[in-house]
């Protein structure tokens, strides 16, 4: 019913930039939150950074003033722009978005299937 489908990933070095993409589709009836996460190998996911259907951000301490957050409610997209990359940023980064279908009665979070970014000299 629902699909995120991310893009943007890549191999770079590092101070170079990336920017991800994630559209979401399907029987969306409304999006509330939507954001990133990342999981490096060995590591916990982790938030990297969210936003509110009212704009409102949030990050993590590692990416402040390196990476900003951006959505397009008209396209269902949410952005992540990661300037500065520094090697430690390495992970699969995946999309969520919590959102209502137009079948359900209760918010859920949906999942990208994730983009590898790599940085890497």
């Known amino acids: 019913q629902v699909q995120l489908v991310e893009s943007g990933g890549g191999l770079v070095q590092p101070g170079e930039s990336l920017r991800l993409s994630c559209a979401a589709s399907?029987?969306?009836?409304?999006?509330?939150?939507m954001g990133w996460y990342r999981q490096a190998p060995g590591k916990e996911r982790e938030l990297v950074a969210s936003?509110?259907?009212?704009?409102?951000?949030n990050y993590a301490d590692s990416v402040k003033g390196r990476f900003r957050i951006s959505r397009d409610n008209a396209k269902n997209t949410v952005y992540l722009q990661m300037n500065s990359l520094k090697p430690e940023d390495t992970a699969v980064y995946y999309c969520?978005?919590?959102?209502?279908?137009?079948?359900?009665?209760?918010?859920?979070?949906?999942w990208g299937q994730g983009t590898q970014v790599t940085v890497s000299s």
């Open positions: 969520y978005a919590n959102l209502i279908t137009y079948f359900s009665t209760v918010y859920r979070s949906y």
């Open positions: 936003i509110t259907g009212g704009g409102s951000t």
């Open positions: 399907g029987s969306i009836g409304n999006i509330n939150a």
